[in-house]
């Protein structure tokens, strides 16, 4: 969902009711260590604070597939988040966002959103059991059970 200021300022009532759910599968072709990801949903409200700045406050939720730290199998992350900025033409502090090309695009703000809050690192509950079935500890040692008497030196 995308608004030039012109469609923002056809607008008659505010709070404008911001309803949507984005796809971001093609996004993440870019992203190495995010598997998949569910459709995203965002609901909030854009408010006008003065003539060419205005205020999104949405709250997101999505899942992404990403892989298990230490066993690589893929896991399931639920991000639920919210998103409190200002847009402005001509940004008076830096707690004010920049409007680029006369647009403010909500796409790109939830999938920065989507990125920052992104774990660098997730653990399966089940990684630890996981390992142990493979003979690996946590440290990446064979188990002693693995171990064959013949084969110690």
């Known amino acids: 969902?995308?608004?030039?200021?012109?469609?923002?300022?056809?607008?008659?009532?505010?709070?404008?009711?911001?309803?949507?759910?984005?796809?971001f599968k093609d996004r993440i072709t870019e992203i190495d260590d995010i598997l998949d990801i569910t459709i995203c949903t965002v609901e909030g409200t854009l408010n006008k604070v003065d003539?060419?700045?205005?205020?999104?406050s949405a709250n997101l939720v999505v899942t992404l597939t990403v892989e298990c730290a230490l066993?690589?199998?893929?896991?399931?992350?639920t991000i639920?988040?919210?998103i409190d900025e200002v847009y402005s033409k001509e940004p008076m502090d830096d707690d004010e966002f920049q409007i680029e090309n006369n647009t403010i695009d909500?796409?790109?703000?939830?999938?920065?959103?989507?990125i920052i809050?992104?774990?660098?690192?997730?653990v399966r509950?089940?990684?630890?059991s996981i390992l142990?079935?493979?003979?690996?500890d946590f440290s990446g040692e064979f188990l002693e059970d693995d171990i064959n008497e013949e084969e110690v030196f």
């Open 1 to 23: 969902m995308k608004w030039t200021l012109a469609q923002l300022m056809k607008i008659q009532s505010f709070p404008y009711e911001i309803k949507d759910s984005i796809d």
């Open 51 to 56: 003539y060419d700045t205005y205020h999104i």
């Open 71 to 77: 066993t690589l199998e893929p896991v399931d992350y």
């Open 80 to 82: 639920e988040t919210s």
């Open 106 to 114: 909500l796409n790109e703000i939830v999938w920065s959103h989507i």
């Open 117 to 122: 809050n992104k774990p660098i690192r997730v």
């Open 125 to 128: 509950e089940d990684a630890y």
């Open 132 to 136: 142990k079935e493979k003979n690996l």
